[in-house]
């Protein structure tokens, strides 16, 4: 196979302005209005298809009215797909942008080519995933529907918020176990609804072993007596602060997992109802009879890997 060279203007390039490239006669197209990305943390490069047969590369920054820039210049050649490299997370806004505006986009391992040698710069890449897609070589990775983004977003916050409460939790302990007040062994589960009572009540004020003991519940196996032995400690002010601190922030995530509920599902209500009407639209345009498919088209091939952010190329 005859390989190419795509090292000439490298001047131009490095300053951002806008090169051509001659038709290529090497491998046959098989979809000619395709567009190549390499995707940047501050600079986005991208080779499109030309009039003539060639491609054409452009240099874009990475705000969003470089990124509608973007989506400007592929409509205006009329490309159809659009292939880049899922880089990090700075994919996801231009990635979002352009399969909003109805062009399909392929995600691809950035694994897939660290692996050729020769083309190690941002203005090649992008021409090398150009004719690659161009050739249907690429594989796409799977990306789910906007409505499944939006809730895997939110259950991802939540588990955040339900992790770092347990790290509080974990705080809190410590600080009793400073002060030698086991509360962890009067009762099994100190976020319980024994455990959290006296470690409110210890926040409150009350200091006596027996009063605390009387916060049990009546299906504790321990008994009021032996829980009293082990909530007698030495009370110091430090850790009696650090205590409040704990308490107050495991209350607050407590309360951000909580109220999300209904805005949650709110939200996630609007985004079916915005996903129908689109899917009601575009069923419109084709006509009766053709059915639409569970994922975005050409964003996954059996055997594909999954992409959502979070792989090898997101962190």
């Known amino acids: 196979m005859k390989r190419w060279n795509f090292k000439s203007k490298s001047k ?12 290529n006669d090497g491998m046959p197209k098989i979809r000619p209005l395709v567009a190549g990305i390499d995707v940047g943390s501050e ?6 298809p030309t009039s003539d047969g060639g491609t054409e590369m452009r240099v874009f920054g990475t705000t969003t009215p470089d990124l509608r820039a ?12 659009v292939a880049m490299e899922s880089t990090g997370v ?27 040698p020769g083309r190690k710069t941002d203005a090649e890449d ?28 939110l259950v991802r916050e939540k588990a955040v918020f339900v992790a770092e ?6 705080r809190m302990q410590k600080c009793m176990d400073q002060m030698n007040v086991r509360v962890h062994r009067a009762v099994s589960d100190i976020n319980g609804s024994t455990g959290m009572a006296i470690l409110r009540a210890i926040v409150a004020g009350e200091r006596d072993p027996v009063q605390l003991a009387k916060l049990r519940d009546p299906r504790c196996q321990k008994s009021q007596a032996t829980m009293a032995k082990e909530l007698t400690g030495n009370w110091r002010a430090d850790h009696l602060f650090n205590l409040e601190q704990g308490l107050k922030m495991y209350d607050t995530l407590a309360k951000h997992i909580r109220l999300p509920a209904g805005d ?52």
Do not use: M
Not at 43 to 48: E, G, P, Q, R, W
Not at 128 to 137: D, K, M, R, Y
């Open 70 to 81: 973007i989506l400007e210049w592929l409509q205006k050649v009329q490309v159809e797909s």
């Open 165 to 170: 409460q347990g790290d509080w939790l974990r």
């Open 12 to 23: 131009a390039r490095r300053n951002g302005a806008p090169t051509k490239q001659p038709p």
């Open 264 to 315: 949650s599902a709110a939200h996630g209500r609007a985004a079916l109802r915005k996903s129908r009407s689109a899917a009601a639209a575009t069923g419109e345009e084709q006509g009766e009879g053709q059915s639409h498919p569970a994922a975005r088209p050409g964003t996954h091939a059996p055997g594909a890997a999954w992409h959502d952010g979070s792989g090898p190329d997101h962190h």
């Open 126 to 153: 992008c021409q090398w995933i150009q004719q690659l897609h161009s050739c249907g070589l690429l594989q796409g990775c799977f990306r789910p529907q906007d409505i499944i983004c939006h809730l895997r977003s």
């Open 43 to 48: 600079k986005h490069f991208v080779c499109a």
């Open 90 to 116: 700075y994919w996801i806004p231009l990635y979002e942008l352009l399969d909003s505006h109805g062009i399909e986009v392929i995600l691809t391992d950035t694994r897939q080519f660290s692996r050729i």
